[in-house]
């Protein structure tokens, strides 16, 4: 298993979880690293993503100004700090590493964290 996940919890509405994914067993600082959900009864979707190095980094629009991506290579852990919880949010969150290569593109998936927001 590639990664450590936690940070997962129950918050109510409008409180806050730092998920945490930690790398093991690869060149962590040589992927992008992204965040995904996935609700019960729906798709799996991207949340939010950051380059190697931490420089850039992107958000879906429903969590913009919500949820910052961050990471540490020295310690092989990238972080979601998830502010403004809302219902909606409730899912299992999965980190996962990103990297092209010439023979294709290799992703290392997460086991996922359950979030569940209460109204």
């Known amino acids: 298993v590639p990664f450590v996940e936690s940070g997962g919890g129950l918050v109510q509405t409008g409180g806050s979880l730092r998920l945490s994914c930690t790398a093991s067993g690869f060149a962590f600082s040589s992927y992008a690293m992204s965040w995904y959900r996935q609700a019960p009864g729906k798709e799996r979707e991207l949340v939010a993503g950051i380059t190697s190095t931490g420089d850039v980094t992107n958000y879906v629009d429903f969590v913009k100004g919500r949820f910052t991506i961050s990471r540490d290579n020295a310690k092989n852990t990238v972080y979601l700090q998830m502010n403004s919880l809302k219902p909606e949010d409730t899912a299992v969150y999965y980190c996962?590493?990103?990297?092209?290569?010439?023979?294709?593109?290799?992703?290392?998936w997460g086991q996922g964290t359950q979030v569940t927001v209460s109204s």
């Open positions: 996962v590493a990103v990297r092209v290569v010439s023979q294709g593109t290799v992703r290392y």
